[in-house]
């Protein structure tokens, strides 16, 4: 497979990987996968890296995921998706300054053009799994009409 033999890669890598420019992510992306397609097919992709926060002890998990379609980094923490700031993800990689923050798992995907997509269409998600979603979105919809509902009622209490 291709690997990453000097410096000068890791750096074009790391640097693609993490550009908060996207145009000049995509640009960086497309040269190093046209160089590492010369040593060989088997040439991946970084898009997710699952991250904990913590010790041996205890901490929280949360993860960093790329989009396929524009190419940012999202940090996916509980209930929350948000951008992520400038190296981020890199301070991941452990280090005297991680401060207790280490990646724990990295996913890639094989980098194939006729294969890969950008995201996942919804015919291509199992029909149980569409209806759970779509019962997990009606239950969600109802809560929230319930809270609105709560703020546009007024309790009184009436003593005679």
């Not at 990987?17 to 996968?33: C, D, H, T």
């Not at 991946?44 to 396929?68: C, K």
């Not at 990646?103 to 950008?118: F, G, H, Q, S």
Request: charged share 30%; hydrophobic share 30%; proline share 3%.
């Amino acid at each position: 497979g291709s690997v990453i033999t000097n410096r000068n890669d890791l750096q074009l890598v790391q640097e693609e990987m993490f550009s908060k420019n996207p145009e000049r992510g995509s640009k960086i992306r497309q040269k190093a996968i046209e160089k590492a397609l010369k040593n060989g097919p088997h040439v991946y992709e970084l898009f997710s890296i699952l991250v904990h926060r913590g010790s041996a002890l205890g901490g929280h998990y949360y993860a960093y995921i790329r989009s396929f379609r524009n190419a940012k980094w999202y940090c996916f923490n509980d209930s929350t998706v948000c951008d992520i700031r400038d190296g981020e993800p890199k301070e991941t990689f452990g280090g005297e300054k991680s401060g207790g923050v280490s990646a724990y798992m990295l996913m890639y995907r094989k980098w194939d053009p006729n294969r890969n997509t950008e995201e996942t269409l919804d015919t291509e998600i199992p029909s149980d799994m569409r209806l759970a979603i779509e019962e997990d979105n009606k239950i969600e919809e109802l809560k929230q009409q319930e809270q609105e509902k709560k703020k546009t009622n007024l309790e009184i209490e009436v003593t005679l």
